[in-house]
C-alpha cells in the first residue's frame, strides 16, 4: 500500500513562513502529478497547488505569489513553501499524488495562522 507522510506543519504568526513536505512510500513505480490541498474549519477542501511530473505549476488565486510548490522525484516528495502566510490560510494542508492508476491522500497536517 502507497502511503503519502507530510510533516511541517505548525502555528505560526501572520506573515510569517513555514515549509510543508510530503514524502511517498510503498510499491511506487512512477509519480504523476502532485499537490497540496486544504480545508479550514468549517470550508470545503480546496486545490492550494498542483505540480507535474515534468515540473508545471499550477496555484490558487489566493495563494499566487507567496506559495511555490517544488519536488523531488529522486526522494518522491513534494514540498509546499508557504511565505507571508495570513489568518486565513489556517486549514488542514493535505497532499495528493497520482500513483498508479489512482489518486492517493496524506493524513494532513494543521497550519494555524494566529498571533
Known amino acids: 500500500q502507497v502511503q503519502l507522510v507530510e510533516s511541517g506543519g505548525g502555528l505560526v504568526q501572520p506573515g510569517g513562513s513555514l515549509r510543508l513536505s510530503c514524502a511517498a512510500s510503498?510499491?511506487?513505480?512512477?509519480?504523476?502529478?502532485m499537490g497540496w490541498y486544504r480545508q479550514g474549519p468549517g470550508k470545503q477542501r480546496e486545490l492550494v497547488a498542483t505540480?507535474?511530473?515534468?515540473?508545471?505549476?499550477n496555484y490558487a488565486d489566493s495563494v499566487k505569489g507567496r506559495f511555490a510548490i517544488s519536488r523531488d522525484n529522486a526522494k518522491n516528495t513534494v514540498y509546499l513553501q508557504m511565505n507571508s502566510l495570513k489568518p486565513e490560510d489556517t486549514a488542514v494542508y493535505y497532499c495528493n499524488a497520482w500513483i498508479v492508476a489512482r489518486y492517493y491522500w496524506g493524513q494532513g497536517t494543521q497550519v494555524t495562522v494566529s498571533s
Open positions: 505540480i507535474r511530473s515534468g515540473g508545471v505549476t
Open positions: 510503498g510499491s511506487i513505480f512512477s509519480i504523476g502529478a
